[in-house]
């Protein structure tokens, strides 16, 4: 049992190591592009002898040589190894893309076939095969390429631009130098630095190459417009393979020189819009976030606060300003410490950039640091962006109280000093005096101008008044007549009043003679008659036609009573009685 | 019986209180309560009732300092120093309310004879002067006619040299009152409103910028030309700044 399963193992290692041993039949070109005036080879190789090989039918092509039969067969280290090559060198016929067909082989009875391969002929070239210099071979084989990440950026967006060395397979590179270190006019440029050379797989034009990175660069465009980009020059040693072989069969190697440019770049750089501009921008381009921050909002005078003014994020960061703090000036600032913190790799720079104030506020109160404003444009979204910080209210809790000159008073030249003894914010008054918004200037008003002239006016008019006072003062004649006029009216006055009504008219007349006679005569109304009032005047000198008058007037005052009386008669009467009492006035001594 | 009494003088008072004084005391306790917006409205409504005090002007500046209003507080502290010039709590609070604003300017000090001057003609009020003026003219017309009317040697004596006096302080005020009002026209205040006002050279957006100015700051209003403003700072510089940015002291 056991020696079976060991049989049974043996064989089936014997088997695959029979199935290792797989039989490959390609075909091989020595170019897959060509100009219509070249040639091309193509071998048709396999590992095992085989009958009965059909080659493809190369219709596009002239057949100019072969086929050529080459067998080599060795054996290393006791394994045999055998190839057999059948070689033809084609002659295109016309441009054009074709493909040749499969060839097919039998071997050990099987039938292999080959893939198909296209080959493409373009227009005829300058040298038609002919000897390729190995400087020639180089200068297809390794090329420099500058990639730009983005060739119509923003004005101060970020571009980067990676050197690439592509080599070719069959050629390799021994030593290089940089011999033209571009310098990057109107734009500001950092070098990434490169840690080795690493060596990568990559395509070029649709083949396979491999290629390292030499040089990446990150650049800020600073002026707007076509921009060149200086190309890189190297100057490098390839190594070109050689028909040579050495004595392991290998090819030889010959050293070229050569200089290799990847050539110059334009980059056309767009300006920012000027629409929409905020009149705060400063020419920040990237992806911000931004803050103002002070280290405590509640200190006394004379301590020290710091506010920090802070931008972070991605794009142009030591290429703008930090937006200024604006305080209070009654805050004393001192000059901000600026900070950076900033890298840079392929996608720009990154960090953040910091200005720090130190801020010592003097005297008590409340400081509001009005917030501060940040614009910057996204080139993402291509459009201007604006971060506003919040105000920031710094309360200075103890100190000394602003002594400051009161503007209103300055302008008017009285400078007053605040009363060092009132250091609180005073409270609201709580009782309150109304007045009417509007009033009415009494300077230069009617009243005002009447009251300043008319006192003068009144100096003139006393002055006249005064005079004419002296003036009748001094007239003794036209005295007396004027009292005993008034006199007689005086004592008339109620009789005129009821002038028109007969009994009382009459009354009052005798009544008002009676009273006359008492005032001026000092008698008594018992001791009144007629003949007494006649002697009396008569003694005062009163000439006897008055008197007899006198004495008719009162004799009708009593006839009157009994007789009907007329309104004229009355009124003569009266003028009369007046008449009379002035006369006795006049000549009574 | 005593409560009653109490009650009806309450209810006499409340009457007897005009309508402002109620508004004024309530804006009072909500300002007590640190509800300044409130009293803000309360005491502004007895503003649109066409009346006003330094005591209402200086009770809206508080409120609108605790609300940290720079503008406003400023503005009605200066307003309730132009109805009350001499207050000491108004030009305290004043001097607290601009620590807050931005913009230091240097102060131009009016020197010599000027100086002496406008300390004279600033004593008094225009009508003040005016009725200065009134009385001294009445005083003088008396003691002439007294002069003139007297027999005396030594009453027209004093009465003449009095009158003279008199006529002589009547001339002297009425100029002082002339001069005030010269003043006062000159005199034309205003506070910047605007958190940033640009001051031009000339009264047109293009024109340059001579400087800028933040809220708070007092500035001389000199001329209007349509929409824009000539102001003078403290420090004599002059420039055009649009008239919305700033809010005139003497416009009531």
């Not at chain 1, 006019?185 to 030499?214: A, H, P, T």
Request: one cysteine or more.
């Amino acid at each position: 049992m056991n020696i079976k399963n060991y049989i049974s193992i043996i064989l089936l290692i014997l088997a695959t190591s029979i199935a290792s041993a797989q039989v490959k039949f390609e075909a091989k070109v020595s170019k897959k592009k060509l100009g219509v005036n070249e040639r091309l080879r193509i071998d048709f190789e396999m590992n095992k002898d085989g009958d009965n090989f059909v080659p493809p039918s190369f219709a596009d092509f002239d057949v100019v040589g072969g086929p050529n039969t080459s067998m080599s067969n060795y054996s290393r280290n006791g394994k045999r190894s055998y190839s057999k090559t059948y070689s033809y060198f084609l002659a295109p016929k016309k441009r054009g893309k074709f493909t040749i067909k499969q060839a097919t082989i039998e071997i050990d009875g099987e039938i292999y076939k080959t893939f198909p391969i296209t080959i493409n002929v373009t227009a005829a070239v300058d040298k038609p095969n002919g000897n390729t210099t190995a400087s020639d071979i180089a200068s297809e084989n390794i090329h420099l390429v500058a990639e730009v990440s983005k060739t119509n950026p923003y004005l101060n967006e970020a571009i980067t631009v990676v050197y690439k060395l592509y080599v070719s397979l069959e050629t390799g590179v021994s030593n290089w130098r940089e011999k033209d270190n571009p310098r990057y006019n109107d734009f500001w440029s950092q070098n990434i630095e490169i840690k080795g050379l690493n060596i990568e797989k990559g395509e070029y034009k649709g083949e396979e190459y491999r290629y390292v990175v030499l040089k990446k660069t990150v650049l800020y465009p600073q002026k707007t417009g076509e921009l060149k980009l200086e190309p890189l020059v190297l100057d490098i040693t390839v190594e070109v393979p050689t028909n040579r072989r050495d004595i392991f069969g290998r090819p030889m190697m010959s050293k070229v020189p050569k200089i290799v440019t990847a050539g110059s770049r334009t980059i056309n750089v767009k300006p920012l819009p000027e629409q929409g501009k905020p009149s705060d921008f400063k020419g920040a381009v990237g992806d911000y976030s931004f803050k103002v921050s002070t280290s405590k909002t509640q200190l006394n005078a004379t301590e020290s606060l710091q506010a920090k003014i802070e931008v972070a994020g991605k794009g142009n960061l030591n290429l703008f300003e930090l937006p200024k703090l604006t305080v209070p000036s009654s805050l004393e600032v001192y000059e901000p410490e600026h900070q950076e913190n900033v890298r840079t790799n392929l996608s720009g720079m990154q960090g953040r950039i910091s200005d720090t104030y130190t801020i010592v506020p003097q005297y008590r109160g409340k400081y509001p640091i009005p917030s501060i404003s940040f614009s910057y444009f996204d080139p993402d979204t291509e459009s201007y962006k604006r971060i506003t910080s919040d105000e920031i209210v710094i309360d200075v809790l103890e100190g000394p109280t602003a002594a400051i000159s009161n503007t209103e008073s300055s302008t008017e030249g009285i400078k007053q000093t605040i009363n060092p003894n009132t250091n609180t914010f005073a409270f609201i008054k709580t009782t309150s005096d109304w007045s009417s918004i509007k009033t009415e200037p009494f300077f230069k008003s009617k009243g005002f101008w009447s009251l300043v002239l008319l006192p003068f006016l009144a100096i003139p008019l006393a002055i006249v008044v005064r005079r004419k006072k002296d003036e009748r003062d001094a007239d003794v004649q036209g005295n007396r007549i004027r009292k005993a006029d008034r006199l007689a009216k005086k004592y008339l006055s109620a009789a005129k009043k009821t002038l028109g009504q007969k009994e009382a008219f009459y009354l009052a007349l005798e009544k008002a003679l009676h009273n006359y006679l008492k005032a001026k005569l000092n008698i008594e109304t018992s001791d009144f008659n007629k003949e007494k009032i006649e002697n009396l005047l008569a003694e005062r000198q009163v000439e006897s036609g008055v008197v007899s008058d006198f004495i008719s007037i009162l004799e009708n005052c009593e006839l009157a009573r009994y007789t009907p009386i007329t309104q004229v008669t009355m009124q003569n009467d009266y003028d009369k009685a007046a008449k009379t009492i002035s006369l006795i006035d006049k000549q009574l001594r | 019986m005593r409560a009653l009494i109490i009650l009806l003088l309450c209810c006499f008072n409340t009457i007897v209180f005009s309508q402002n004084d109620q508004s004024f005391s309530e804006a009072n306790a909500l300002y007590n309560n640190g509800k300044y917006a409130e009293a803000i409205d309360k005491y502004e409504s007895i503003l649109d009732s066409k009346q006003h005090s330094a005591a209402l002007y200086f009770n809206l500046g508080n409120a609108n300092y605790k609300l940290n209003n720079i503008a406003p507080s400023i503005y009605y502290f200066e307003k309730a120093l132009l109805l009350n010039p001499n207050d000491k709590d108004i030009q305290n609070n004043l001097a607290f309310a601009q620590n807050m604003t931005i913009d230091a300017i240097d102060n131009v000090p009016v020197v010599g004879f000027s100086r002496i001057i406008n300390n004279v003609v600033n004593t008094f009020k225009t009508d003040t002067w005016a009725k200065i003026t009134v009385g001294g003219v009445l005083l003088f017309v008396v003691i002439f006619l007294a002069y003139h009317f007297s027999y005396t040697t030594s009453k027209k004596r004093i009465a003449f040299v009095t009158s003279i006096i008199s006529l002589g302080i009547a001339c002297f005020s009425v100029a002082m009152a002339f001069q005030k009002a010269g003043l006062d026209k000159k005199d034309n205040p205003a506070i910047v409103f605007a958190q940033e006002s640009r001051v031009k050279t000339d009264p047109n957006p293009s024109s340059e910028e001579v400087f800028r100015l933040h809220e708070g700051t007092k500035v001389q209003v000199l001329e209007t030309y349509e929409d824009w403003k000539k102001i003078q700072l403290s420090d004599n510089s002059t420039g055009w700044i649009p008239s919305n940015d700033i809010k005139l002291l003497k416009f009531f």
